[in-house]
Nanobody, 120 residues
Framework: QVQLVESGGGLVQAGGSLRLSCAAS????????MGWYRQTPGNERELVAT???????DYAASMKGRFTISRDNNKNTVYLQMNALKPEDTAVYYC??????????????WGQGTLVTVSS
């Protein structure tokens, strides 16, 4: 079983910064693609950013330039540095990862989510 544990959410004023972390643990050989998504009440979960194991990144257009995704493969951890936050960035942020285990193959796993609130 693979678990993702997020941390770093909280309340911040508009224009401020936060750094989210997500650590993978459990039984796996490797963690491949990792990413961050976010969701607000009544809306679908949307992509924020993803990163491959080799470090190739992809961002949603509205986050590009303000958010930076990075990872530490030795720690099986992905980060999301969020700068110049806006009230519309308020959401629950979810970590997502593809884990590989022999005999099981690739499993897609979600974290429990961490709330980010940006006040105006």
């Amino acid at each position: 079983q693979v678990q993702l544990v997020e941390s770093g959410g909280g309340l911040v004023q508009a224009g401020g910064s936060l750094r989210l972390s997500c650590a993978a643990s459990g039984s796996f050989i490797s963690i491949n693609n990792m990413g961050w998504y976010r969701q607000t009440p009544g809306n679908e979960r949307e992509l924020v950013a993803t990163t491959s194991r080799s470090g190739t990144t992809d961002y949603a257009a509205s986050m590009k330039g303000r958010f930076t995704i990075s990872r530490d493969n030795n720690k099986n951890t992905v980060y999301l540095q969020m700068n110049a936050l806006k009230p519309e960035d308020t959401a629950v942020y979810y970590c997502n990862a593809d884990s590989f285990s022999p005999g099981i193959g690739i499993r897609n796993v979600w974290g429990q989510g961490t709330l980010v609130t940006v006040s105006s």
